[in-house]
C-alpha cells in the first residue's frame, strides 16, 4: 500500500500500480487512451497529463503522465490543475484533428471511450481549419468492420493483437501523422481473438461487423447476464437484444474468469439464436416423412402426454449444452434409472475421471486468472486456444510473464509494457506441449511434440517417473522419449507454480490418467502447482457432476427394444455416435419427444418438437471447466414482440410434462425452485443455489435494470401489433426487470450486471467503475460458487494405462482435432462463424500419404468409418491432404465437427474422390 | 544503395574536409583530427598506428579494470557530443554490470541527422581506427561484448570505409577475442539504417537496430538496464567516442586543459558552421570558443548579407541573436540563454531571410520525421506546419500566433514522449520570441478559407507510404 | 543502385516473389551479426531494394518466412523507414535535401529547376522511368549545401546550371 495525495486529498493506493490506475482505482476520473488495464502504461497517447509534486513544499510542480508515473508513498499530484487540464484539452482537441466527428453514423457512437474522454475534457470547440487526412478501409473478415479514418493512433489494437494475444497480421504501418493500423494484405483477420479489437480500440475503428448487420445504439439493447455456451470456460457476457434478436456479445468482466477478453466464437457465434428456422411452437410430426403440423401449448402437452403414457418405459437424454435445471427437471420426470447425460461412453469416462483428478490429484485447479501465474507449463494432449480458446490467451500470459520477473529484478515495474517487452524478448517462462498438430502457442513454447494418443500417455507416465520415481515407470520407452520426459520433468520442477494442462479432446483416459500422475508427482514435490482440465462443451463438468449413463447405453436400451419412447433434452445425437447407430436406435422408439432452440436432424426426426429457450429467452446454470457453477438469466421475453412464439425453458417445459404424466396440475415452477430442485437432489451440486441472488434480490428496493435509463422506442416498438403499450413482460423468476427502471448503477457493488454503465463512461472501460481495483475483482464479488474442491491428502499412483492403439491395417484411425470455428455444433449455425470455417482438411504423416497415392494439397474423399461393429459409408464431401512432416503415422487428423458422429479413433477408409459423382 | 560510378571524378561530388592545415592541428591541441591527412585521404591502419593509434587501448586494457577507465572519463567530464551534453563517465557508471549481469552492447551513435551537423562523417570517412580505438574502450569499461556502430543510410562513404577498417583491425587482433592478448573480446559491426531522424534518439535506434519500428522507449529504464534485446546498453555519439582514447592516453588534466580557462567543459569540439557564409567548414577548436570566433572561421556572411540570427548546433535548437555572438559555445553558457548547445555546428541566418519561412522549413522537417508514437508531435507538428504556410502566404488569422505559442508550449520539454517535439519546439518559440513581428505580419491579408491548400506533408514521399 | 527492374509490373500487387539466391545468403549472414534474427529484417530489405530499386509486397512475405517474422511485422517496419519504397521507383532515386542550412543556401530553385528539368514532383517518377524524385532530409553535406543525392552518391553544391551535366551520367 501508499499513500499519495491528489487534489489536497489523502488517499491509500496499491503502490504497485501507476498513479493513472491508482487514480481510476479510487473512482477518480483522470482521461486515458493508450493505457488498458491489461495492457499497462506506454505514454503514448500522453492524455492523462497531472502535476505532480517533489514534496509538500515544492509548489511548483512539473507536468508528468499519470500512466507513466509509479503511485509511489508520499506522492502529490493535482488532477485537477489548471495547466493539467489546458494540457489534456490540448490532446484530445489533436486527436481530434483528423477524426471525421461522424458519431451519428458511426456504431461506436453511444459507447465510445473517445466520445467520452471528448467530454471529459471539455474539448467541444474546433480550431483546426485545415483539411482532415482520409484513409481506405480494409476487408478484415466476417468479424471486424474497419474504418481507419477514426483512428487516434493510440496503439492499442496492436498491442493487443499481437502482444497480448500473438497474432501476426495486424499491425501499424507508415510513420508521423501518417500511421495506418491494418493488415499486411486485406483479408480475413487471424486470430482469434480479433473481436476484442471492437472493446480495446476506443474509438469506432473496429467494430462488430455481426452487430452492424443490424445495428442497435448501446442504450437500445436490452441486456442481462449471460454465460457464454459456445464451450466449458464459462466466460461472462453481455448479450444486448432488441426486437426479439440478439444483436450484440460483449464481454461482462468477470475478475477471475474471462477479465477483459472473449474468444471470437463466444462473441460471434450468437447467431444460432436468431435463425429464422428455429422451432418457436410446438410441432407434431404424426407419422415420419409427413408434413409437421403446429400446436399450441395445451395440445401439445396432451397429445405428448398421451403419447407417453403409452411408453413402457421413457428414456430421458439429456445434454451438456443445457442448464442443470433443464436435465435435472428430465432427470426427475423419467427418474434416474432412465436418465441419460446425452454423452457419448468415452467421453463421460473422461469427464468422471476429470472430477476425480481435480478433487484427488493433489493440485488445485487454477481459475484462468490464476493460470497467468503459473511459470512453467506442461499442456498434455490438449490444443487450449482450440478447445477452450480463453484459456489459450491465459497460458499465453502466464509463458510471457516471465518478462515481468525480469523486470523486476531491475525495478522497472510491471506495468511499463514496452520496457517489460523489451526485457522479455523471446524470454519465456517454459510451456512444453504434446499435441500431434501445430497450435497457436508453438511459437512461445519450448518444444511441441507431436505424438499419437498412446504416446502421449506414455510421455505422461514418463514425466510423473521423472518427477517422482516413486511414480511407476513406463515400460519399453524409447530413449528419445525418455530424455523429452527428463527435460519436461526438470523444467516443471525448476518451477515455483508448475502447471498441467490436459483435457478430454482426444476422449483419452489414458492421457488423462497421465496427467493426473504428473500432478500427483508435482503435489509430492511440495511445489505450489496447478492442474486444469479442458472440458469440451459449456455445461459437461455440471452434467458429469449430476451423473446419468451414456448416450451408448440410451441407445442400446432402445434399439434393443428395453424402452419404447424416448424424450431429448436440447441435443443433437447425431453430433455424438454414428448416425446409423442413433438412426437405428431412435427408428425403435414408439415416440420421440425434442426439446431444443436449433432444428437439428435429432429435432427432425421426433414426433414433437417443444421450442426450448436458448440462453437468450432461458435462464439457468452451467458449470464450467474449472467446477464453478455460473447462472445466466434471460435477456429478453421472446413472445412480447412475437405474441405467436411459444418458447420456453426445457426446465419449464419438462416441469409440466412431468406434472402431466402424473395427471397432476402442473403446479409452481421457477428459475429459484428449478435450481433449488437439482441441487437438493444431488449432493455435489448443492452449492448451484448460491451461484447467483434469487428473484427477490433488491438493491435500494430496487429490481436491477435490463435496459440503460436511455432505452428509447419502448412505447413505438410493439406499435405494429398494436397501438395500446401492454405492460412490460413481468420476470418472476430473476430480480431483473424488462424495463430500464430499476438499478443500474455503479456505486452499489453487486455481482450481476447486466450491462456497465456510468455517467461520463459508456464504453467497456464503464467496467472500471465496477471493481475493487481496476483491473480486479467486481465490488460485489466475482459471480459463481467453485463445486470442485481438492481434497487433502497424497492418493496412490495409477498404473499407466493406454487406451487399445491397435491400428487396424486396413485403415488410418480418426484423430479429431478440436476447432475454435466449426468445432462446436450452435455456433457453427452462425453465419459469420461459418464463413470463418477452415477448409476441410486431412493430416496425414508422409508415408501413409505416400500409401494412399496422394500428396500435399491433393484431394481425398472419405469411403468409410468403422468403429467397433458399426460401419458407416461417406460419399463424403473431397477433404484436402496435408501432410506433416512429425505427424504420427497411421492417424488421420480430422477437424471438429466435419464429420458429425465420428469418433476418436474410428478406422478410416480413405481413397481419391472418382470426381464428378457422388 | 550500391554505389553507382557515374558521380566518380565528378568535381560536384561532395567531400568531408577539415578547414584546418596539418600544420595547425597538433597531437597537444587536436585530439579529434591531428592525424587527418591535408589530402583528405582515409588514414588506414598502417598510418594510425605510426600516428601512435591504439596506444590507448594497449594501455587500458594492461592496466586498467572497468571501474578505472570510468573514472577517467568521468574526471575529464567528456560531455556528449551528440547533442545532449550528458557526461559519457557518468552514462557509462550507470551501465549495469558484474554479477549475474549478461555482457551487453556498445552502440555508436553514428545517424547524424540533425540539420546543420556534418561532423561524424569527417570522423568516420577519414579516420575510422579512432573510432574503433574509442569504442574497444568504452566496451572494456562497460564490460560490452558485441559493439555496433549505427550508421545512417545515406553515409554510404562511410560504411564502405568502417567496414574494411573493422576488418583491419581485426586481422591486427585489435578486435575480436583476446585482444592484444589481454583476454577481453570485442567486436563491432556496422548497422546501416534506412532513413529517419528519429533513429538518432538513442533508444529509437537500439529499437532500429532490433529491426523494428523506431519509436523511442520510455526511460525509465534507461539502456544501460535495459538496451538492445534487454541488455545493458550505451549508446554514445562518434565524436564522444573518438575523444576517449586521448582521455585515456593523456589524462583528465590534459584534456580539460584543452580548453583552457575558456569554460568549465574540457577538450576539444568539432564545431562548424553552415548557411550563407564564405567559407562553411569544420574546425576542431577548444570547448568553448566564441559563436564570433567561429564565424569568423568561416570568413563571415557572404557578401553583402548581415546576420539575423543563428542556430547554435543545430535545427532543435534555438535561435540566437547576434549579441549572443561574444558568448562561449558550450553547454551551460548556451543553455543559460535559452537554447542549446546541440551539435556545435553553427548555422547562420542572414538578414534577408523570413523567419516565417524558416521555420515553416524547420517545423516541415520536425513534421516529417515525427516517428507518429505521441501525440503531441505527430498530431501537433503538422498543425503547426500549416499555421506557418498560411502565415507565410499572408493568409493567416487573428489567434494563429497564440495558437502557435500554446503549440509550442504543449510540445516542451516532460510533456511529450521524447525529445523529438520539444526540439521542434525550441526553434519555434524563440522564433516566436525574438521575431514576433515577422509572424503577425503573415495575419490577416487574406481573409477567408484556406481549405483546399495542397497538403505537402501529405505528399511528401508517396512511394514510402501506403 | 538500380539494376533495371524488367519485373516490377508483374510484382505490384503479386505475392509471387522469390528471393534471389544470393540475397538469401546475404540476409541469412547478416543474421549472424544479431541476437535476433528480426534485426536483419531493415538490411533484408535494402538488399532485395538493391536488386530490385524497391520492395514488393512479395518480397514482404518472404523476407518474413525467412526470418521467421509476421508479414505485418516486417511490412510496418518497410513503411516506417523513408529510404524503403514500397512502390515502385525509377532506375535513378534523387534525393533532395530539403534541411535548413540547403533551404539557406537556396535548394528551393534547386529543386524547382529539377523539377522542371524533370517533368515530376516529389513521389513522382519520369515517364521513361529514369528518375525518381523525393525530398531527403539532411544529407550531413551542410558546407557543401545545397546537396542532393542520386543513388547513394552525394553532391554539393549543386546549382540548377550544373544539373544538365549532372544527370547526363544517368541512364
Not at chain 1, 235 to 261: A, D, K, L, Q, T
Not at chain 1, 299 to 324: D, K
Not at chain 2, 155 to 162: F, G, H, K, N, S
Request: net charge negative; with cysteine; glycine share 12%.
Amino acid at each position: 500500500m501508499a499513500t499519495i495525495h491528489v487534489d489536497g486529498k489523502t488517499y491509500e493506493v496499491n503502490g504497485a500500480h501507476n498513479l493513472l490506475q491508482a487514480c481510476l482505482s479510487l473512482g477518480l476520473d483522470i482521461p486515458y487512451f493508450c493505457w488498458h488495464p491489461a495492457m499497462g502504461s506506454v505514454g503514448a497517447c500522453r492524455q492523462c497529463a497531472v502535476r505532480q509534486y517533489k514534496d509538500k513544499d515544492d509548489n511548483k510542480g512539473v507536468l508528468v503522465m499519470s500512466c507513466m508515473t509509479p503511485a509511489a508513498d508520499q506522492t502529490r499530484i493535482d488532477i485537477d490543475d489548471e495547466e493539467a487540464r489546458a494540457f489534456r484539452a490540448s490532446v484530445v482537441e489533436w486527436l481530434m484533428i483528423n477524426h471525421p466527428h461522424d458519431c451519428p453514423v458511426c456504431e461506436e457512437g453511444g459507447h465510445c471511450h473517445l466520445q467520452d474522454m471528448t467530454v471529459m475534457t471539455g474539448h467541444d470547440r474546433r480550431r483546426y481549419r485545415f483539411n482532415k487526412r482520409t484513409r481506405r478501409n480494409q476487408y478484415l473478415g466476417p468479424f471486424i468492420a474497419h474504418e481507419m479514418n477514426r483512428c487516434i493512433t493510440c496503439y492499442r489494437c496492436v498491442r493487443f493483437y499481437n502482444d497480448y494475444a500473438g497474432g501476426t497480421d495486424l499491425g501499424a504501418f507508415g510513420a508521423r501523422d501518417n500511421i495506418y493500423f491494418g493488415r499486411y494484405a486485406e483479408g480475413a483477420l487471424e486470430s482469434p481473438f480479433s473481436g476484442n479489437l471492437t472493446e480495446v480500440c476506443p474509438t469506432g475503428v473496429f467494430t462488430d461487423q455481426s452487430h452492424s448487420d443490424h445495428y442497435t445504439r448501446k442504450w437500445d439493447l436490452q441486456y442481462a447476464p449471460g454465460i457464454c455456451h459456445q464451450c466449458a470456460v464459462g466466460c461472462n457476457i453481455s448479450p444486448g437484444e432488441r426486437y426479439g434478436e440478439i444483436r450484440r456479445i460483449e464481454n461482462r468482466y468477470h475478475g477471475e474468469v474471462n477479465s477483459h477478453f472473449l474468444c471470437d466464437r463466444g462473441r460471434f457465434g450468437y447467431g444460432y439464436v436468431n435463425r429464422a428456422d428455429r422451432p418457436r411452437v410446438p410441432e407434431w410430426t404424426e407419422r415420419p416423412g409427413q408434413e409437421a403440423v403446429t400446436l399450441g401449448v395445451d395440445p401439445a402437452l396432451e397429445r405428448i402426454t398421451g403419447a407417453l403414457r403409452q411408453a413402457r418405459r421413457i428414456i430421458g437424454i439429456g445434454s451438456p449444452r443445457a442448464s442443470l435445471e433443464s436435465n435435472h427437471q428430465l432427470l426427475a420426470m423419467v427418474g434416474p434409472e432412465n436418465f441419460s447425460t446425452g454423452i457419448e461412453s468415452r467421453e463421460q469416462a473422461c469427464l468422471a475421471m476429470m472430477n476425480r483428478l481435480q478433487e484427488t490429484s493433489g493440485l488445485p485447479t487454477p481459475t484462468p486468472r490464476e493460470i497467468e501465474r503459473h511459470d512453467a507449463i506442461l499442456v498434455l494432449g490438449e490444443d487450449p486456444v482450440q478447445s477452450a480458446a480463453r484459456l489459450g490467451l491465459n497460458l499465453r500470459q502466464a509463458v510471457l510473464s516471465r518478462r515481468e520477473e525480469l523486470a523486476e529484478q531491475i525495478g522497472v515495474p510491471a506495468w511499463n509494457a514496452e520496457a517489460v517487452k523489451t526485457l522479455g524478448q523471446d524470454r519465456y517462462h517454459p510451456l512444453h506441449i504434446v499435441w500431434p498438430a501445430p497450435t497457436e502457442l508453438d511459437s512461445v513454447a519450448v518444444a511441441r511434440h507431436a505424438l499419437a494418443p498412446d504416446d502421449i500417455a506414455r510421455l505422461g507416465f514418463a514425466v510423473a517417473h521423472a518427477i517422482d520415481p516413486a511414480a511407476p515407470p513406463v515400460d519399453g520407452l524409447d530413449p528419445a522419449s525418455q530424455e523429452r520426459a527428463g527435460e519436461i520433468a526438470v523444467s516443471l520442477l525448476k518451477a515455483a507454480r508448475p502447471l498441467v494442462v490436459s483435457g478430454g479432446s482426444l476422449a483419452s483416459e489414458a492421457i488423462l490418467e497421465a496427467a493426473g500422475a504428473v500432478a500427483r508427482a508435482l503435489s509430492r514435490r511440495a511445489a505450489q502447482g496447478g492442474l486444469v482440465l479442458i472440458r469440451r462443451e459449456a455445461n459437461s463438468t455440471g452434467l458429469s457432476l449430476m451423473g446419468g449413463q451414456t448416450l451408448d447405453w440410451a441407445l442400446d436400451e432402445l434399439s434393443e427394444g428395453r424402452a419404447d419412447a424416448v424424450v431429448v433434452l436440447e441435443n443433437d445425437l447425431y453430433q455424438r455416435l454414428p448416425a446409423d447407430r442413433v438412426e437405428q436406435a431412435l427408428a425403435r422408439a414408439n415416440t420421440r419427444v425434442v426439446l431444443d432452440h436449433q432444428r437439428t436432424r435429432t429435432a427432425e426426426g421426433a414426433d414433437f418438437i417443444l421450442p426450448a429457450a436458448s440462453f437468450a429467452e432461458g435462464s439457468g446454470t452451467l458449470v464450467n471447466l474449472e467446477g464453478r457453477a455460473q447462472r445466466f438469466f434471460r435477456v429478453f421475453e421472446p413472445a412480447y414482440l412475437r405474441p405467436e412464439t411459444r418458447i420456453h425453458e426445457s426446465w419449464r417445459w419438462l416441469h409440466t410434462l412431468a406434472a402431466g404424466l402424473r395427471g397432476e396440475a402442473p403446479g409452481d415452477i421457477s428459475l429459484d425452485l428449478a435450481t433449488r430442485a437439482c441441487a437438493g437432489a444431488h449432493p455435489g451440486l448443492a452449492g448451484i443455489v448460491d451461484a447467483a441472488p434469487g428473484p427477490d434480490y433488491r438493491i435500494e428496493g430496487l429490481r436491477l435494470a435490463r435496459e440503460p435509463q436511455r432505452y428509447s422506442g419502448r412505447t413505438a416498438m410493439r406499435a405494429n401489433l398494436d397501438v395500446n403499450e401492454p405492460r412490460p413482460p413481468q420476470d418472476t423468476d430473476t430480480p431483473f426487470a424488462y424495463s430500464m427502471e430499476g438499478y443500474s448503477g455503479f456505486d452499489r457493488p453487486r455481482q450481476q450486471i447486466p450491462f456497465a454503465w456510468a455517467p461520463g463512461w459508456n464504453s467497456p472501460q464503464a467496467w472500471n467503475k465496477f471493481t475493487d481495483e481496476v483491473g480486479g475483482h467486481l465490488r460485489g464479488g466475482d459471480p459463481g460458487i467453485r463445486l470442485i474442491r481438492p481434497q487433502p491428502g497424497h492418493r496412490e499412483y495409477p498404473d499407466p494405462v493406454f487406451d487399445d492403439g491397435a491400428t487396424d491395417s486396413s485403415g488410418l484411425r480418426a484423430l479429431v482435432l478440436p476447432r475454435v470455428f466449426g468445432g462446436e455444433e450452435t455456433s457453427a449455425r452462425a453465419e459469420p462463424v461459418r464463413q470463418r470455417m477452415t477448409a476441410p482438411v486431412v493430416i496425414l504423416a508422409r508415408p501413409d500419404a505416400e500409401a494412399l497415392g496422394v500428396r500435399d494439397g491433393d484431394s481425398l474423399t472419405l469411403l468409410g468409418v468403422r468403429e467397433g461393429d458399426s460401419l458407416m459409408l461417406f460419399g463424403g464431401p473431397d477433404i484436402t491432404v496435408s501432410e506433416q512432416e512429425d505427424w504420427p503415422p497411421g492417424w488421420a487428423g480430422l477437424p471438429a465437427g466435419l464429420l458429425p458422429g465420428l469418433g476418436q479413433g474410428a478406422t478410416l477408409t480413405l481413397g481419391k474422390p472418382t470426381g464428378g459423382e457422388s | 544503395m550500391s554505389g553507382s560510378t557515374s558521380g566518380q571524378g565528378n568535381p560536384l561530388r561532395y567531400h568531408s574536409r577539415i578547414r584546418q592545415s596539418g600544420t595547425e592541428r597538433q597531437p597537444e591541441t587536436h585530439p579529434l583530427t591531428w592525424r587527418l591527412r591535408d589530402d583528405g585521404e582515409v588514414v588506414w591502419l598502417g598510418e594510425y598506428l605510426d600516428k601512435d593509434g591504439y596506444q590507448s587501448v594497449r594501455r587500458a586494457l594492461a592496466e586498467s579494470d572497468p571501474q578505472g577507465i570510468i573514472t577517467v572519463v568521468k574526471d575529464a567530464n567528456v560531455r556528449g557530443r551528440g547533442g545532449a551534453g550528458f557526461s559519457a563517465g557518468v552514462k557509462w557508471s550507470l551501465t549495469l554490470q558484474g554479477g549475474d549481469m549478461p555482457r551487453g552492447y556498445l552502440i555508436c551513435n553514428a545517424d547524424e541527422m540533425e540539420p546543420g551537423t556534418f561532423k561524424d562523417r569527417l570522423l568516420m570517412e577519414q579516420q575510422p581506427h579512432l573510432l574503433i580505438e574509442g569504442m574497444i574502450l568504452g566496451a572494456r569499461a562497460n564490460n560490452a561484448r558485441q559493439g555496433y556502430i549505427f550508421l545512417r543510410g545515406e553515409y554510404v562513404e562511410a560504411a564502405r570505409v568502417l567496414n574494411r577498417a573493422i576488418d583491419e583491425a581485426r586481422e591486427a587482433g585489435w578486435l575480436g577475442p583476446d585482444i592484444d592478448g589481454s583476454g577481453f573480446d570485442f567486436d563491432i559491426a556496422v548497422h546501416t539504417g534506412a532513413g529517419r531522424y528519429i533513429c538518432g534518439e538513442e533508444t529509437a535506434l537500439i529499437n532500429a537496430l532490433e529491426g523494428k519500428r523506431a519509436n523511442p522507449r520510455a526511460k525509465p529504464p534507461f539502456p544501460g538496464q535495459s538496451g538492445a534485446w534487454g541488455r545493458p546498453t550505451v549508446v554514445n555519439n562518434v565524436e564522444t567516442l573518438c575523444n576517449i582514447p586521448a582521455v585515456i592516453l593523456h589524462g583528465a588534466d590534459w584534456y580539460q586543459n584543452l580548453s583552457g580557462n575558456r569554460t568549465g567543459d574540457g577538450g576539444t569540439k568539432l564545431y562548424g558552421v553552415s548557411g550563407p557564409v564564405a567559407e562553411p567548414g569544420l574546425w576542431e577548436l577548444p570547448m568553448g570558443v566564441t559563436g564570433a570566433e567561429l564565424l569568423d572561421r568561416a570568413g563571415g556572411l557572404r557578401q553583402g548579407l548581415r546576420l539575423k540570427t543563428w542556430l547554435p548546433g543545430g535545427t532543435s535548437t534555438g535561435f540566437l541573436l547576434p549579441e549572443h555572438l561574444e558568448l562561449p559555445l558550450d553547454f551551460d553558457s548556451i543553455a543559460n540563454v535559452g537554447s542549446r548547445l546541440g551539435t556545435g555546428l553553427m548555422m547562420a541566418v542572414p538578414e534577408d531571410r523570413g523567419m516565417v519561412s524558416l521555420m515553416r522549413n524547420l517545423e516541415e522537417f520536425f513534421a516529417r520525421e515525427s516517428c507518429g508514437w505521441c501525440t503531441p508531435c505527430r498530431d501537433g507538428l503538422p498543425w503547426v506546419v500549416k499555421l506557418l504556410r498560411d502565415l507565410e502566404k499572408g493568409q493567416g488569422q487573428a489567434g494563429d500566433i497564440e495558437l502557435l505559442d500554446k503549440l509550442a508550449a504543449d510540445c516542451g520539454p516532460g510533456l511529450t514522449f521524447c525529445a523529438l517535439a520539444p526540439g521542434a519546439a525550441m526553434p519555434l518559440e524563440t522564433a516566436l520570441r525574438h521575431f514576433r513581428q515577422e509572424f503577425e505580419q503573415g495575419i490577416g491579408k487574406v481573409s477567408g478559407d484556406t481549405r483546399g491548400v495542397p497538403d505537402r506533408v501529405a505528399a511528401d514521399a508517396p512511394a514510402n507510404n501506403r | 543502385m538500380m539494376a533495371t527492374t524488367p519485373h516490377t509490373t508483374e510484382l505490384i500487387g503479386s505475392d509471387r516473389f522469390e528471393l534471389h539466391p544470393d540475397d538469401e545468403a546475404a540476409i541469412l549472414r547478416e543474421k549472424e551479426h544479431y541476437e535476433q534474427p528480426q534485426a536483419a529484417c531493415i538490411e533484408a530489405l535494402k538488399i532485395v531494394q538493391r536488386r530490385h530499386g524497391w520492395v514488393p509486397d512479395g518480397a514482404i512475405m518472404a523476407i518474413g518466412r525467412l526470418l521467421g517474422l509476421g508479414f505485418a511485422a516486417v511490412d510496418g517496419v518497410a513503411t516506417f523507414y523513408s529510404l524503403i519504397f514500397r512502390q515502385p521507383v525509377g532506375r535513378h532515386v534523387i534525393l533532395v535535401c530539403d534541411s535548413s542550412s540547403c533551404f539557406l543556401t537556396g535548394y528551393e530553385t534547386l529543386k524547382q529547376a529539377l523539377v522542371e528539368k524533370l517533368g515530376v514532383d516529389y513521389g513522382a517518377t519520369t515517364a521513361d522511368g529514369r528518375f525518381t524524385l523525393l525530398p531527403v532530409c539532411c544529407l550531413g553535406a551542410c558546407d557543401g549545401a545545397p546537396a542532393l543525392m542520386i543513388d547513394g552518391e552525394t553532391f554539393g553544391p549543386v546549382t540548377p546550371e550544373d544539373l544538365s551535366d549532372l544527370l547526363e551520367g544517368y541512364e
